[in-house]
């Protein structure tokens, strides 16, 4: 199959699952530009893509969101030093059962948090999350153990004393 066609077939089977993705870690306004550039990476490295793809691009995902985290938070740093008083995001407003759960995510490791979304939002299977982290399956068996064990305990310290959830977006629940 010419490049073109590949792509093309690789964008339109995976491009909303990846946009789903993106949406349910990052602000809706800059989803469609998070997603060109998971797809300019895919275009660029095409032949490197897997025969199974979305663990693939859900991992160009994360690392892109990565890139655009570090990114806003070099320019929060700076905003904040220019402004010494910067007023503090408002809490979300959420059910008790949705805050309390969105309270403990918060309350996690980013890695822990990762790999519970992978699995609870993306629906991934534990090889897939492997391919998507970059690490062997028997390692995010392990590691997916660990972490709902500590979601748990979480969990447990929210209901004693909620957090105020300010990082993770509003627009989807696990």
């Known amino acids: 199959m010419e490049r073109r066609a590949r792509f093309k077939v690789l964008y339109g089977a995976h ?44 991992g160009v995902a994360r690392r892109v969101l990565a890139t655009q985290r570090r990114g806003e ?15 503090a995001p408002p809490a979300i407003q959420a059910g008790p059962d949705t805050a309390r759960l969105r309270g403990a995510l918060e309350r996690l490791g ?11 939002w993306e629906e991934l299977s534990p090889s897939q999350v492997a391919a998507v982290l970059g690490v062997k399956p028997g390692t995010v068996r392990v590691r997916l153990h660990r972490a709902r064990r500590r979601l748990a305990e979480a969990l447990a310290r929210e209901r004693e004393q909620p957090t105020r959830c300010t990082s993770l977006p509003m627009e989807a629940s696990p």
Do not use: H, Q
Request: glycine share 2%; aromatic share 6%; proline share 7%.
């Open 15 to 58: 491009a909303p699952a990846v946009k789903g993705y993106i949406l349910r870690r990052a602000e809706p306004s800059l989803a469609d530009d998070l997603l060109a550039e998971v797809f300019i990476v895919a275009w660029r490295r095409l032949d490197e893509v897997p025969a199974d793809p979305l663990p693939w691009l859900l």
């Open 73 to 87: 938070r070099r320019r929060r740093a700076l905003r904040d030093r220019l402004a010494e008083n910067s007023a």
């Open 110 to 120: 980013e890695s822990d948090r990762e790999l519970l979304l992978l699995i609870a």
